[in-house]
T-cell receptor, first 113, second 113 residues
Framework: EAGVAQSPRYKIIEKRQSVAFWCNPI?????LYWYQQILGQGPKLLIQ????????DSQLPKDRFSAERLKGVDSTLKIQPAKLEDSAVYLC???????????FGNGTRLTVT | GQQLNQSPQSMFIQEGEDVSMNCTSS?????WLWYKQDPGEGPVLLIA?????ELTSNGRLTAQFGITRKDSFLNISASIPSDVGIYFC?????????????FGSGTKLNVKP
C-alpha cells in the first residue's frame, strides 16, 4: 500500500510571498488532515476534510491560509502572504474514516526568510 | 484546545535499558495513539489503544490506556540505537470533538551504544 505522498519536500520563500503544498492520501482514505509542526513541538491541526467537505478548520488562519480537496482525493494547502512565523513542517495525514488512526506523509519543510 | 502533557521531554539512556514515558490529558479520551518521528520524516504509527485499561504490544513496545481515560503510557524494552527519535502521543475525545486528534509535545529519546 502506497503511503501519503507530499510535495515539495522543502521550500524556501521570502515573507509576503505565496506558497502551495500538495498531498495525495492513501487510496480509499476518506479523511484528510493538514497539520503544522513547529520545531520542537507536536503537530497542530490546521484543517480536516471528510471526502471533499471541511469538517474542522477552526485553527486555520483564514486570512492567509486556504486549503481545498476538490475531488475528495488529493489536496492543496496555500499560504498567501507568508509570514516568518509560518516557518514549520506542514504534514498531511489521512485516515480510513474519521476516528481511525492517522497515517502521515513526510511533510514539507517551509522556511520563510 | 485540549492540553496533552508528555513526560519526560527528553531522555538519555544506555543501549539495553528499558524506557518509560507517559502522556496525560486534561479531559477524558477514548482513543490513544503513539507515534515515532525520525528527523526529516513524518510520524509513524506505533500503537493504537481504544479501551480503558487496554495493554497492547508491538515487538519491544508496550502501551497502556490508563483506567482513568486521562493518561497513557509507552514502554520500550531493551532499547537499541534505532529507537532514537521523538515519540508523540495523540488522543481523541469522542464527547467533544470526536474526529479531532490532539498531539503531545513529544519525548525525545537518545540511546547511547
Amino acid at each position: 500500500e502506497a503511503g501519503v505522498a507530499q510535495s515539495p519536500r522543502y521550500k524556501i520563500i521570502e515573507k509576503r510571498q505565496s506558497v502551495a503544498f500538495w498531498c495525495n492520501p492513501i487510496s480509499g482514505h476518506a479523511t484528510l488532515y493538514w497539520y503544522q509542526q513547529i520545531l520542537g513541538q507536536g503537530p497542530k491541526l490546521l484543517i480536516q476534510f471528510q471526502n471533499n467537505g471541511v469538517v474542522d478548520d477552526s485553527q486555520l488562519p483564514k486570512d492567509r491560509f486556504s486549503a481545498e480537496r476538490l475531488k475528495g482525493v488529493d489536496s492543496t494547502l496555500k499560504i498567501q502572504p507568508a509570514k516568518l512565523e509560518d516557518s514549520a513542517v506542514y504534514l498531511c495525514a489521512s485516515s480510513l474514516v474519521q476516528n481511525s488512526p492517522l497515517h502521515f506523509g513526510n511533510g514539507t519543510r517551509l522556511t520563510v526568510t | 484546545g485540549q492540553q496533552l502533557n508528555q513526560s519526560p521531554q527528553s531522555m538519555f539512556i544506555q543501549e539495553g535499558e528499558d524506557v518509560s514515558m507517559n502522556c496525560t490529558s486534561s479531559s477524558i479520551f477514548n482513543t490513544w495513539l503513539w507515534y515515532k518521528q525520525d528527523p526529516g520524516e513524518g510520524p509513524v504509527l506505533l500503537i493504537a489503544l481504544y479501551k480503558a485499561g487496554e495493554l497492547t504490544s508491538n515487538g519491544r513496545l508496550t502501551a497502556q490506556f490508563g483506567i482513568t481515560r486521562k493518561d497513557s503510557f509507552l514502554n520500550i524494552s531493551a532499547s537499541i540505537p534505532s529507537d532514537v527519535g521523538i515519540y508523540f502521543c495523540a488522543g481523541q475525545n469522542a464527547f467533544y470533538n470526536f474526529n479531532k486528534f490532539y498531539f503531545g509535545s513529544g519525548t525525545k529519546l537518545n540511546v547511547k551504544p
